[in-house]
């Protein structure tokens, strides 16, 4: 049988003295470099040892600079385009993209109670958005006006 003892562990891992396993989710208070650490696994006649090495802990990436979002909103339909009342309103399709001529991410949102959406990740860039409202056999109204926002 083998165990194994650690020198140098960092206060925010774990060692498993029977299997030599060194784990551990550092904070970003912990970042830096460790001391020398060395995990030595001994048999009681022979050991051997790995290290001493460090571990880096750097700190988490920020967020791509520049994205942003685009708070929608809207009125919901109350009568179709004849004139007769809407009764089986079922959602939305916002309709998105970076050309006004050429909307071409969708986002659905499937909640006819629904009045906004926030649209997120946005690059830098100007972006044009348009809603169109769908009932429950998928027919579609005509677009909203087309509205832009830049990032």
């Known amino acids: 049988m083998v165990t194994f003892k650690i020198q140098g562990k960092p ?3 774990a060692f ?3 299997t030599g396993v060194l784990t551990g989710k550092p ?3 912990n970042e830096g470099t460790t001391g020398s650490i060395t995990i030595t696994g001994t048999n009681g006649s ?5 290290g001493p ?13 520049g994205t942003g979002s685009a708070t ?6 109350t009568e179709n385009t004849d004139g007769t009342p809407v009764t089986d309103l079922a959602g939305y399709h916002i309709f998105y993209g970076t050309s006004a001529n ?3 991410t969708t986002i659905t949102v499937a909640d006819a109670a629904e009045t906004s959406y926030v649209v997120g990740g946005l690059a830098p860039g100007t972006y044009y958005f348009a809603v169109v409202a ?5 027919m579609e109204s005509p677009e909203s006006n087309v509205g832009s926002k830049t990032i």
């Open 11 to 13: 206060a925010w891992a």
């Open 16 to 18: 498993d003295a029977d």
């Open 27 to 29: 904070a970003t208070a």
């Open 46 to 50: 022979t050991s051997s040892s790995i």
């Open 53 to 65: 090495f460090a571990i880096v802990v750097k700190a988490p990436a920020a967020a791509a600079p």
């Open 72 to 77: 929608l909103s809207w009125t919901p339909p």
């Open 102 to 104: 050429a909307m071409t």
């Open 134 to 138: 769908y009932n429950s056999d998928g």
